[in-house]
């Protein structure tokens, strides 16, 4: 296996002595350890502010309301700065750089966390692209019903183009570092389809007589919707990849992936919070999961961003399926260059699979709001919140006062009860609309 220095995070042998320790980097065919902490902090501002941002003043402002709502977006920003901070700064625990979840969560606890923690992060990852495809889909409908509205083309076939769409892209960039000039035209068309939704919302609430605030539904029905909009605010800025994402920063690897989530949690974070808050303004309880759905304007303006966030979805979407792309890669042994018939043969078969199957379940079940919540709920709020927090205990273990390791453990406690409130919430949620809308519903 590789070793690399890494004087910028020292490590103690003992409890005596501090010695600056080569890291371990474990086998894999992804690059490691090449980009600057500006394109990491990118690739985690890319994510955030995806197409699904169009769709959280209707699923985190509405059962909230403008106290709940405002108050929650902002504590979810401070306490996941928080919370990522902490999974960074364990990045080389142990004298190894753990370059996936799994690989660390083994390492501290053993065999089993490691296969526990590996199925949390690869449903979490599946979950959300299922969202992205079926926000492709959704974009795809709506930038053709501006111009043809027959009722003929149902969101199943969006989607299912969407699905094909995201295949040619994992076929064409084989890495997550591969990305880079994509990411530049991933925040144009982010900056285009905000700036738009932004825009039109400011003038449609301008003009609009006085909207309703009001939580919508009965006392029982919004401790379910609080409780999911709950699972949705931790799905709003984290990845449950932070391992991954860090594999690819240059040393000094701590200090640059702090950097990079500096970055994401400032500017990076800016767009989603005036967005959210400026639809809800606008629209108030009829803001809807899409908020390109509610607002007026210009036919060719609306297209342009229905275009933009359908194209933007499908770069967002590489980024979350990309360890999963690894661990395939690196199992089956895909080196040489990627333009090699075998590698682009294999990467059209496997991640074609993969994403035919995701592509064929947000088509059967395309109810974006339910998979925010229970994404959240199973596996975003241990991934992000609980996990952290007690691996941060074991690694300083000898570094934290009582006081410190307390309010570690008072966190794990908290979003653990968090967490199962979540779940019970978007479990409910799938069910009332599981009564509502069939399968393949055209949404």
Known sequence: MPIISSPSNPQKMDDHHDVALEVEVPETLHQVGTDSWFQVGVVLSTGINSAYALGYAGTIMVPLGWTGGVIGLVLSTLISLYASTLMAKIHEYGGKRHIRYRDLAGFMYGRTAYVIVWALQYANLFLINIGFIILGGQALKAFYVLFKDDHRMKLAYFIAIAGLACVLFAIAVPTLSSLRVWLAISSVFSLIYLTIVFVLALRDGINSPPRDYSIPGSKINRVFTTAGAAGSLIFVFNTGMIPEIQA??????VDNMLEALYFQFSLGSVPVHV??????????????SYLLNNVSGPVWVKALANITAFLQAIIALHIFASP???????????????????????RALVRGGYLALTTFLSALLPFLGDFMSLTGAISSIPLTFILPNHMYIIAMKNKL?????????????????????????AF??????????????DL
């Open 324 to 346: 999963t792309y690894e661990y395939l890669d690196t199992k089956y042994a895909i080196k040489g260059s990627a333009l090699a018939i075998r590698n682009l043969a294999f």
């Open 401 to 425: 006062s009582s006081l410190q390791k307390s309010w570690h453990l008072l966190n794990v406690i908290f979003f653990s009860v968090v967490a199962a409130a979540a779940l019970v919430a």
């Open 248 to 253: 690819t920063v240059r040393a000094p690897v």
């Open 428 to 441: 409910r949620l799938i069910a009332v609309d599981s009564k509502t809308y069939h399968t393949f519903a």
């Open 275 to 288: 967005v959210t808050y400026a639809g809800y303004w606008a629209y108030g309880s009829s803001s809807t």
